[in-house]
């Protein structure tokens, strides 16, 4: 088979170039995670909010005040949630890898034993494994990171901090929240509803169609998935917006 090499591959500058294009895209796509689980997250937990109360009173200010307070919560939680969570998995992982420092510093011999053995594990044969890992010790950074990477399975680099991802995920879930809310600001509860469901609806599927771009997924099927997602919430909204004063009052709650 012939190999085929672009010249400006080949080159170092336009190599280091492309390596940085890498990363900004790696970081961009962590930054889009963070704005998908967030919309898709304010549609359909808002959608089974609104859809809830609005089968249980029909008037607008219990769906509005219900919506907006649940809104609220969410993005508190969810922000706070996610700015602790990836505070704490860093600091976690900067633990573990001034572990693996002082054992690089301390135990260069072991060290360099494990990530050969990696090497090994991963392919290459004993002696080119060997050979490969004698050729990383001559730089007890380039050894660490290897160590990091192939043994923990993470990097030395931090990447987007948590008070970023936090933003991102809060902001996003703010404004799809907004979906399921708004016909209610401008309808009676009756007409609002379903324009909720159905507004919902079209920018669920939007989402997945974006989605696609980068899953290189079948953009209508990807669409389709996520449009399940506020299926399921108005059907349950409506299910449990049905029994649950039903079963309040069975419970005595309800006179």
């Known amino acids: 088979m012939t190999v085929r090499v672009h010249p400006t591959h080949l080159d170092r500058e336009a190599l280091l170039l492309h390596l940085g294009d890498e990363r900004r895209k790696a ?13 898709q997250d304010g549609v359909t937990s808002i959608l089974a909010v609104v859809a809830t109360v609005a089968t249980i009173s ?107 991802g936090a933003l991102i995920l809060a902001a996003a879930f703010l404004i799809a929240a907004l979906v399921p809310i708004g016909p209610f600001f401008f309808l009676p509860v009756s ?16 989402l997945g169609v974006f989605k696609s771009r980068f899953t290189k997924k079948d953009p209508l099927r990807s669409g ?3 449009v399940l997602l506020v299926i399921a919430a108005a059907g349950g909204g409506y299910v449990f917006g049905t029994l649950l004063p039903k079963l309040l009052g069975v419970a005595g709650f309800i006179p």
């Open 191 to 206: 007409a609002a509803l379903p324009v909720a469901i159905g507004f919902s609806a079209v920018v669920m599927f939007g």
């Open 27 to 39: 970081d961009v796509l962590g930054e889009i995670r963070e704005a998908m689980f967030g919309a």
């Open 58 to 164: 029909r008037e607008t200010y219990p769906v509005l005040v219900a919506g907006l307070a649940a809104t609220l919560a969410e993005i508190i939680s969810m922000g706070a949630g996610e700015f602790m969570s990836s505070k704490t998995q860093r600091e976690i992982f900067d633990a573990e890898i001034a572990v693996e420092r002082r054992e690089v510093a301390e135990y260069p011999l072991e060290a360099r034993a494990e990530v050969a053995l990696l090497l090994e594990r991963d392919g290459l044969s004993q002696a080119s494994a060997e050979r490969v890992t004698a050729e990383l010790a001559t730089s007890p950074d380039v050894l660490l990171r290897t160590m990091v990477e192939k043994e923990l399975g993470f990097t030395l680099e931090h990447g987007a901090s948590p008070l970023q």
């Open 224 to 226: 389709l998935e996520i």
